[in-house]
Protein backbone atom coordinates (compact mmCIF):
# COMPACT_ATOMS: atom_id res chain seq x y z
CA UNK A 1 0.00 0.00 0.00
CA UNK A 2 0.67 3.60 0.13
CA UNK A 3 3.19 5.47 2.46
CA UNK A 4 3.76 8.81 3.33
CA UNK A 5 7.11 10.40 5.31
CA UNK A 6 6.32 13.79 6.56
CA UNK A 7 9.39 15.65 8.03
CA UNK A 8 9.98 17.89 10.01
CA UNK A 9 7.92 16.12 13.10
CA UNK A 10 8.74 19.84 14.52
CA UNK A 11 9.23 23.10 13.30
CA UNK A 12 9.49 26.72 15.12
CA UNK A 13 10.58 29.87 13.48
CA UNK A 14 10.06 33.59 13.85
CA UNK A 15 7.04 35.41 12.69
CA UNK A 16 7.91 36.70 9.23
CA UNK A 17 10.38 33.61 8.43
CA UNK A 18 9.15 30.73 5.91
CA UNK A 19 8.01 27.54 6.59
CA UNK A 20 8.71 24.29 4.14
CA UNK A 21 7.39 20.86 5.32
CA UNK A 22 8.10 18.38 2.76
CA UNK A 23 6.75 14.74 2.49
CA UNK A 24 7.47 11.64 0.37
CA UNK A 25 5.04 8.88 -0.76
CA UNK A 26 5.75 5.85 -2.49
CA UNK A 27 3.40 5.00 -5.10
CA UNK A 28 4.06 5.81 -8.62
CA UNK A 29 0.14 5.47 -9.22
CA UNK A 30 -0.58 8.32 -6.56
CA UNK A 31 -2.57 11.66 -8.44
CA UNK A 32 -3.66 13.94 -5.29
CA UNK A 33 -2.11 15.45 -2.72
CA UNK A 34 -4.08 17.71 -0.53
CA UNK A 35 -2.21 19.28 3.17
CA UNK A 36 -4.49 20.11 6.00
CA UNK A 37 -4.16 21.84 8.77
CA UNK A 38 -5.22 20.80 12.29
CA UNK A 39 -5.49 23.54 15.26
CA UNK A 40 -5.09 22.36 18.69
CA UNK A 41 -8.53 20.42 19.78
CA UNK A 42 -9.75 21.24 16.47
CA UNK A 43 -10.82 19.12 13.17
CA UNK A 44 -8.24 18.58 10.00
CA UNK A 45 -9.22 21.37 7.86
CA UNK A 46 -7.96 21.63 4.10
CA UNK A 47 -5.83 24.58 3.44
CA UNK A 48 -4.44 23.39 -0.35
CA UNK A 49 -4.22 20.09 -2.72
CA UNK A 50 -2.79 19.99 -6.01
CA UNK A 51 -3.37 17.47 -8.68
CA UNK A 52 -0.57 15.01 -10.42
CA UNK A 53 -0.55 17.20 -13.67
CA UNK A 54 0.31 20.17 -11.74
CA UNK A 55 3.72 21.34 -10.69
CA UNK A 56 2.60 24.21 -8.55
CA UNK A 57 0.22 26.00 -6.71
CA UNK A 58 -0.35 29.21 -4.96
CA UNK A 59 -3.12 30.43 -2.54
CA UNK A 60 -1.69 34.17 -1.25
CA UNK A 61 0.89 32.99 1.34
CA UNK A 62 0.89 29.19 1.19
CA UNK A 63 2.39 27.17 -1.55
CA UNK A 64 2.36 23.58 -2.84
CA UNK A 65 5.32 22.16 -5.22
CA UNK A 66 5.26 18.66 -6.85
CA UNK A 67 7.88 16.63 -8.39
CA UNK A 68 6.29 13.66 -9.72
CA UNK A 69 9.78 12.01 -10.61
CA UNK A 70 11.58 12.40 -7.56
CA UNK A 71 7.66 11.62 -5.59
CA UNK A 72 7.92 14.20 -3.14
CA UNK A 73 6.07 17.41 -2.46
CA UNK A 74 6.55 20.23 -0.12
CA UNK A 75 4.11 23.10 1.59
CA UNK A 76 5.97 26.80 1.87
CA UNK A 77 3.98 28.94 4.14
CA UNK A 78 5.67 32.70 3.82
CA UNK A 79 5.41 35.54 5.89
CA UNK A 80 4.25 33.09 8.96
CA UNK A 81 2.18 34.50 11.55
CA UNK A 82 1.39 33.31 14.74
CA UNK A 83 -1.75 31.98 13.64
CA UNK A 84 0.01 29.61 11.20
CA UNK A 85 0.96 27.92 14.32
CA UNK A 86 -1.02 24.25 14.09
CA UNK A 87 0.11 20.98 13.22
CA UNK A 88 -0.10 20.55 9.38
CA UNK A 89 -0.56 16.81 7.65
CA UNK A 90 0.12 16.16 4.07
CA UNK A 91 -1.58 13.20 2.31
CA UNK A 92 -1.75 11.19 -0.59
CA UNK A 93 -4.24 9.34 -2.99
CA UNK A 94 -3.52 6.87 -5.32
CA UNK A 95 -5.66 6.81 -8.47
CA UNK A 96 -6.84 3.21 -7.72
CA UNK A 97 -8.60 4.11 -4.01
CA UNK A 98 -11.00 6.58 -2.90
CA UNK A 99 -8.94 6.98 0.70
CA UNK A 100 -6.13 9.21 1.81
CA UNK A 101 -2.81 8.10 2.80
CA UNK A 102 -1.55 10.77 5.29
CA UNK A 103 1.82 11.61 7.15
CA UNK A 104 2.33 11.57 10.37
CA UNK A 105 2.06 15.59 10.62
CA UNK A 106 3.84 18.20 11.53
CA UNK A 107 3.83 20.67 14.73
CA UNK A 108 4.93 24.32 13.10
CA UNK A 109 4.91 26.78 16.27
CA UNK A 110 5.70 30.28 14.76
CA UNK A 111 7.31 32.71 17.99
CA UNK A 112 5.94 36.09 17.72
CA UNK B 1 -26.04 23.08 6.55
CA UNK B 2 -24.04 21.72 9.85
CA UNK B 3 -21.75 19.46 7.60
CA UNK B 4 -19.93 16.54 9.50
CA UNK B 5 -21.26 15.83 12.86
CA UNK B 6 -20.66 12.85 15.67
CA UNK B 7 -21.78 11.81 18.57
CA UNK B 8 -20.94 11.22 21.53
CA UNK B 9 -17.94 13.99 21.32
CA UNK B 10 -16.40 12.09 24.51
CA UNK B 11 -16.76 8.67 26.13
CA UNK B 12 -15.31 6.30 28.89
CA UNK B 13 -15.30 2.70 28.56
CA UNK B 14 -14.61 -0.13 30.33
CA UNK B 15 -12.82 -2.97 28.73
CA UNK B 16 -14.82 -5.39 27.18
CA UNK B 17 -18.02 -2.58 26.63
CA UNK B 18 -19.12 -2.05 23.36
CA UNK B 19 -20.07 1.12 21.70
CA UNK B 20 -21.34 2.75 18.59
CA UNK B 21 -19.58 5.93 17.60
CA UNK B 22 -22.06 8.15 14.83
CA UNK B 23 -21.57 10.12 11.97
CA UNK B 24 -24.10 12.36 9.89
CA UNK B 25 -22.99 14.53 6.84
CA UNK B 26 -25.99 17.26 5.20
CA UNK B 27 -23.74 17.55 2.23
CA UNK B 28 -25.04 14.70 -0.07
CA UNK B 29 -21.84 13.44 -0.07
CA UNK B 30 -21.13 9.25 -1.82
CA UNK B 31 -18.22 8.62 0.41
CA UNK B 32 -17.38 8.36 3.77
CA UNK B 33 -14.45 7.44 6.18
CA UNK B 34 -13.33 6.78 9.51
CA UNK B 35 -10.06 7.52 10.93
CA UNK B 36 -8.13 7.00 13.99
CA UNK B 37 -5.86 9.73 15.53
CA UNK B 38 -2.87 8.64 17.70
CA UNK B 39 0.02 10.81 18.84
CA UNK B 40 2.74 11.40 16.65
CA UNK B 41 0.94 8.97 14.11
CA UNK B 42 -1.23 11.05 12.05
CA UNK B 43 -4.56 9.81 11.03
CA UNK B 44 -4.72 6.11 10.34
CA UNK B 45 -7.87 4.78 8.20
CA UNK B 46 -9.86 2.35 9.68
CA UNK B 47 -12.88 1.63 7.43
CA UNK B 48 -14.32 3.65 4.38
CA UNK B 49 -17.75 3.57 2.24
CA UNK B 50 -17.98 4.71 -1.06
CA UNK B 51 -22.05 4.77 -1.43
CA UNK B 52 -25.05 3.81 0.63
CA UNK B 53 -24.80 0.06 1.64
CA UNK B 54 -20.95 -0.46 1.01
CA UNK B 55 -18.01 -0.65 3.09
CA UNK B 56 -13.92 -1.09 2.70
CA UNK B 57 -11.20 -2.04 5.19
CA UNK B 58 -8.65 0.52 5.50
CA UNK B 59 -5.09 0.77 7.37
CA UNK B 60 -6.52 -0.45 10.35
CA UNK B 61 -10.05 -2.35 10.56
CA UNK B 62 -9.17 -4.81 13.48
CA UNK B 63 -11.70 -5.01 16.46
CA UNK B 64 -13.55 -2.27 14.46
CA UNK B 65 -16.88 -2.81 12.35
CA UNK B 66 -18.63 -0.70 10.08
CA UNK B 67 -22.39 -0.01 8.88
CA UNK B 68 -23.67 2.44 5.87
CA UNK B 69 -27.30 1.96 6.19
CA UNK B 70 -28.43 5.47 5.00
CA UNK B 71 -26.48 7.79 2.77
CA UNK B 72 -25.91 10.30 5.34
CA UNK B 73 -24.57 8.24 8.54
CA UNK B 74 -21.81 5.98 8.97
CA UNK B 75 -21.38 4.07 12.06
CA UNK B 76 -18.48 2.66 13.72
CA UNK B 77 -19.01 -0.14 16.21
CA UNK B 78 -16.69 -1.31 18.53
CA UNK B 79 -17.67 -4.82 19.70
CA UNK B 80 -15.22 -5.18 22.78
CA UNK B 81 -13.32 -2.33 23.39
CA UNK B 82 -9.52 -2.76 24.48
CA UNK B 83 -7.02 0.29 25.88
CA UNK B 84 -5.34 0.11 22.47
CA UNK B 85 -8.61 1.87 20.81
CA UNK B 86 -8.34 4.28 23.48
CA UNK B 87 -7.72 7.30 20.63
CA UNK B 88 -9.80 10.18 18.83
CA UNK B 89 -11.77 9.14 15.78
CA UNK B 90 -12.61 11.60 13.25
CA UNK B 91 -15.32 10.63 10.70
CA UNK B 92 -14.85 12.11 7.07
CA UNK B 93 -17.24 12.79 3.80
CA UNK B 94 -16.25 13.45 0.23
CA UNK B 95 -17.80 14.03 -3.06
CA UNK B 96 -16.28 12.93 -6.49
CA UNK B 97 -14.77 15.63 -8.72
CA UNK B 98 -14.14 14.39 -12.31
CA UNK B 99 -11.16 12.40 -12.61
CA UNK B 100 -11.67 10.85 -9.24
CA UNK B 101 -10.23 12.82 -7.07
CA UNK B 102 -11.84 14.66 -4.47
CA UNK B 103 -11.50 16.75 -0.76
CA UNK B 104 -12.31 15.24 1.94
CA UNK B 105 -14.37 17.04 5.30
CA UNK B 106 -13.57 16.20 9.09
CA UNK B 107 -15.98 16.40 11.84
CA UNK B 108 -15.26 17.55 14.94
CA UNK B 109 -13.94 14.41 16.35
CA UNK B 110 -14.77 11.95 19.29
CA UNK B 111 -12.26 11.32 22.39
CA UNK B 112 -12.45 7.39 23.36
CA UNK B 113 -10.26 6.38 26.66
CA UNK B 114 -10.55 2.80 27.37
CA UNK B 115 -9.34 2.05 30.89
Known amino acids: GENVEQHPSTLSVQEGDSAVIKCTYSDSASNYFPWYKQELGKRPQLIID?????GEKKDQRIAVTLNKTAKHFSLHITETQPEDSAVYFC???????????FGSGTRLQVQP | NAGVTQTPKFRVLKTGQSMTLLCAQD?????MYWYRQDPGMGLRLIHY???????AKGEVPDGYNVSRLKKQNFLLGLESAAPSQTSVYFC??????????????FGPGTRLTVT
Open chain 2, 49 to 55: SVGEGTT
Open chain 1, 91 to 101: ASRWTGRRALT
Open chain 1, 50 to 54: IRSNV
Open chain 2, 27 to 31: MNHEY
Open chain 2, 92 to 105: ASSYSRSGGQEEQY
